[in-house]
Each structure stands twice: as structure tokens, then as C-alpha cells.
């Protein structure tokens, strides 16, 4: 059944009562044939959405969960130059902001929720970006910082490690200022929000994410690219350990708010936990509702639909 969102009066006669509930309107500003304008909004809308489909899937027991949509829909259509520095920032203003929504707060308040960036800078950009009491009171930490504090030792880029002496004998010789005093210890999470790990930096980030994972805590990662890892994106052959990470890890995440482009402008998947899937193909007035799936499918599928009416 095709049908273009918003749905007309006709279009939801035609549709089942159980359609017409669960299924969820994507985000504006999606169609390859909409401007930058009809985008405003989406982003308030993907957190909304995300952070009820978080809450529903908390609620079925579900403890690894994903957020995977296109950070700068707002700003940059599909086929737009875009920076990773535009992204990092997209992902971090997203996080933080997602953090205060009440189904957020509701599974973990003030401290027990970890803010896990990428890496030391990023978080710091993070407190100084969002300075105000409110963003401050949630735990803002990075990978390798929150693997430690849960009793695990990180995994570190090729390289590090010398570099790490280098500047300790930098400070020892008057090149550079000695590190910050550690902050005081968090208190145990309740819930960890890590963001953008991997895409853009060291695979070691996807694979300390295993290492971080306490049992009984949820984790949600927001726009880890975690396709790259189950897909076999990283040859298994030249990244072994990335591959057994994903068997054991990262196939096990639910998709509670997924939205991707299929193709070059031919359509979008996407869905909102925990209803099914939804194949969208782009038209002139707007998206169309062409196929939902009980079960993930995969974009080739989804390409192949895209051929027929």
C-alpha cells in the first residue's frame, strides 16, 4: 500500500485501524525534492521520537539500543559537502539536548547518566559548548575514560601510546602544561548515551563499546554508523577482531529510531520502535509509503521493492 506522508483523508480510508496507529511519520525535510526550509523541525521531532522509542524499548526489557539518523538534515540535503567537523557538532548538540528529554531523564538523572564522547576533546567542546547547570549535571566523559571507570582497560589506537609519552616528557621538560587534576569519580551509571563512537575516529572506539558494557545498564548509541560494523563494511579479513566484536556485540542492538537514505535519492528506510519497518520512496509529493517489514530488511531489499509500483 502506498501512500505520501502527510496521508490524505482518502489514502486513510484505505489503511488497517492497527496501520493508521503505529506507524509514525518521518521527520520533515526528507525528500531529495523539499528545500532546506521544509526541514525545520526535524531534529526536535527524531529527539522526540527517539526518546519515546527508548523509553518503549526500555520498558520491553531491551538493553542495547540504537539512534541512527543524518545529523544535519537540517542544514545539508543528501547530496551536499559536509565536514566531520559539521557532524561531531551535530551529534554532540543532539546528545546533550536528547539527554534532558524526560524518558531520558526518567531512566537516569543527574550523574548515573554518562554522556560517553569519542574522545577527551569532544567532551570537553561539550562542557563548553553547553555550559549551564542543567547540561552540567549528567556525566560528561569519553570512551576511554568511562572503560576505565568501570573497571576495564580500553583498547588504544595504533600510536597513542607514544604520543602519550611524548607530551608527558613535554611537560617534564617545560614544552607543555602538566594534565588537569582527575575529577572525582562517578557514581555508577544508570544509563550510558554514547555518541558517535567510531564513525570518524578509531575502530578501537566501536570495539571499547563491548568493554563499557555493564550488565543490567542500557547503552544507547546515537549515530555510531554500528551498519559499518555488522555489514561487513570492515573486511572481517583485515579487521578480525572488529568482525568477532560485531558477532558477539553489535548485532545484538534494536534500531529504536532509524532513518537512511536507500539509494541515490530513490527512497528512505526508516522506523520507530517498536513499530516495523517503513520503505519510503521519494516523489514529487512528498514520501511514499511503499512496504513495512516485522524484521529489519536489508537495503538491497529494499532497492528491489523500489522498482515496482
Known amino acids: 500500500l502506498g501512500m505520501c506522508w502527510p496521508p490524505s483523508r482518502s489514502m486513510l480510508g484505505l489503511l488497517t485501524a492497527v496501520q493508521a496507529v503505529t506507524l509514525s511519520s518521518p521527520p520533515p525535510g526528507l525528500s531529495g525534492y523539499s528545500t532546506r526550509f521544509d526541514a525545520g523541525g526535524a531534529l526536535a521531532s527524531i529527539r522526540r521520537s527517539s526518546a519515546a522509542a527508548v523509553a518503549a524499548a526500555l520498558s520491553d526489557g531491551k538493553e542495547l539500543l540504537e539512534i541512527e539518523f543524518p545529523p544535519l538534515i537540517e542544514s545539508k540535503g543528501q547530496f551536499d559537502d559536509f565536514s566531520n567537523v559539521e557532524v561531531l557538532d551535530a551529534n554532540r548538540d ?7 528529554e524526560p524518558e531520558i531523564q526518567a531512566a537516569a538523572s543527574k550523574a548515573e547518566l554518562w554522556l560517553c564522547f569519542a574522545d577527551e576533546g569532544e567532551a570537553q567542546l561539550a562542557r563548553e559548548a553547553w555550559p549551564g547547570a542543567m547540561y552540567g549535571e549528567a556525566t560528561t566523559t569519553y570512551i576511554a575514560a568511562a572503560v576505565r571507570a568501570v573497571g576495564e582497560e580500553p583498547l588504544m589506537p595504533m600510536g597513542s601510546s607514544a604520543l602519550g609519552a611524548a607530551s608527558a616528557l613535554g611537560a617534564l621538560f617545560g614544552g607543555s602544561p602538566p594534565p588537569p587534576p582527575a575529577a572525582p569519580a562517578a557514581p555508577p551509571a544508570a544509563l550510558q548515551l554514547v555518541i558517535q563512537p567510531g564513525d570518524g575516529g578509531p575502530m578501537e572506539d566501536w570495539m571499547n563499546l563491548e568493554r563499557l558494557r555493564v550488565e543490567g545498564v542500557p547503552m544507547v548509541c546515537l549515530n555510531g554508523a554500528l551498519d559499518k560494523v555488522t555489514s561487513g563494511y570492515y573486511s572481517n579479513f ?28 530513490r527512497g528512505w528506510l526508516y522506523r520507530v520502535y517498536p513499530e516495523p519497518w517503513q520503505c519510503l520512496r521519494e516523489t514529487k509529493r512528498g514520501l511514499e509509503l511503499v512496504e513495512t517489514y516485522a524484521e529489519r530488511p536489508s537495503p538491497a531489499a529494499c532497492l528491489e521493492r523500489l522498482k515496482r509500483p
Open 238 to 265: 583485515l579487521n578480525p577482531e572488529l568482525g568477532r566484536c560485531s558477532d558477539r556485540f553489535f548485532t545484538r542492538f534494536e534500531q529504536v529510531f532509524y532513518c537512511k537514505p536507500l539509494g541515490a535519492g
Open 94 to 100: 543532539f546528545g546533550v539536548q536528547l539527554a534532558l
